[in-house]
């Protein structure tokens, strides 16, 4: 069983490490170039196949159908410093040639009920194999790091409650994802402003 496990999951194995590499590229190029890099840092993991077998019975899907209903086997993490950074790295996922998007999610605008945030792209990406080209589905997940703040702890203390919270410990969750959110907001007005005065200040330097 094991085994059946191990060759199922490699190609979502090999789909991870090849695009955590293409993906923190990005990072570096926007780096060597003196750009502001949109992207903080990434992160990707290989679903444990105790989670997966759990999401199955969760969600009431057949286990014959795991590749095609099961998005996020394989799943990588994309962390910004801003909001605005989000829709530009989404952007960017858009225009690449190396996979094709399937479906993108947007839990900013529309936050979950648990108070989530964060962008999901699902992307199917090509897996080159000795047996040919396979093509598997990887769900990236990008937020920020106040989001991701959030989502970090919430998940841990999800693990105790099995997702299911007294009211008043959802409440206050609900409240916390708001303060990291309201945190986002403020640090984009301050970048906004310092931006500004910097602007300011080189044109009086220019004159
Ligand atoms: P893990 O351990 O991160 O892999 P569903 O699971 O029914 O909500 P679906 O269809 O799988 O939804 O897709 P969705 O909602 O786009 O993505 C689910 C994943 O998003 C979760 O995977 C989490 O990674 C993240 N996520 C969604 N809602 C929440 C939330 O309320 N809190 C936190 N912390 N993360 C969330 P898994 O499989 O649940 O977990």
């Known amino acids: 069983m094991n085994g059946q496990w191990e060759s199922f999951l490699a190609p979502y194995e090999q789909a991870v490490s090849e695009l955590k590499v293409k993906l923190k590229g990005i990072r570096k190029q926007f780096e060597e170039t003196n750009q502001h890099s949109p992207i903080e840092f990434v992160t990707g993991r290989v679903k444990p196949i105790h989670s997966i077998v759990n999401k199955t019975i969760r969600k009431g899907i057949p286990l014959a159908n795991l590749e095609t209903e099961l998005q996020d086997i394989a799943g990588l993490r994309m962390m910004c410093q801003f909001v605005e950074d989000i829709k530009n790295v989404v952007e960017l996922l858009r225009k690449r040639k190396d996979f094709t998007i399937v479906e993108e999610r947007d839990y900013i605008t529309n936050k979950k009920n648990s108070g989530y945030r964060s962008y999901h792209v699902v992307v199917e990406y090509p897996v080159q194999t ?76 220019d004159q």
């Open 130 to 205: 000795i047996e040919g080209e396979r093509k598997v589905l990887v769900e990236i997940q990008i937020r920020t790091l106040a989001m991701n703040f959030w989502a970090t702890i919430e998940h841990s203390l999800n693990y105790k409650y099995k997702g299911k919270y007294p009211e008043n410990i959802h409440e206050r969750l609900q409240r916390a994802a708001e303060a990291a959110f309201l945190l986002d907001e403020e640090m984009s007005l301050i970048r906004g402003e310092i931006q500004e005065a910097q602007a300011e200040f080189s044109k009086k330097n």
